[in-house]
């Protein structure tokens, strides 16, 4: 059974960091491309990062650029979301993502929130 369970969110001042995970089982995230959305309320869920099977990096959205990044332990089985410099405007719930060839799947996601 496959299942993707995000942690590390929280409540953070403006410039902090944190670091969100996603722990898979059922399946091997080094197989597949592992990406990392995000949805603040009254808004429409959005791509962040995602880390395609052959490595290296991609960040989708501008905003984050040069301050998220988006890396994976296959030891681990674990997907990870470093976020630094964070900003009031990250605030939202992260969702870690999979499509894997028997289907998508979402975990059930982690609140972040960057205020003073």
């Known amino acids: 059974q496959v299942q993707l369970v995000e942690s590390g969110g929280g409540l953070v001042q403006p410039g902090g960091s944190l670091r969100l995970s996603c722990a898979a089982s059922g399946f091997t995230v080094s197989s597949y491309a592992m990406s990392w959305y995000r949805q603040a309320p009254g808004r429409d869920r959005e791509l962040v990062a995602v880390?395609?099977?052959?490595?290296?990096?991609?960040t989708a959205v501008a905003s984050v650029k040069g301050r998220f990044t988006i890396s994976r332990d296959n030891a681990e089985n674990t997907v990870y979301l470093q976020m630094n410099s964070l900003k009031p405007e990250d605030t939202a719930v992260y969702y870690c993502?999979?499509?894997?060839?028997?289907?998508?799947?979402w975990g059930q996601g982690t609140q972040v929130t960057v205020s003073s």
């Open positions: 993502y999979a499509h894997t060839g028997h289907g998508t799947y």
């Open positions: 880390i395609p099977t052959t490595g290296g990096s991609t």
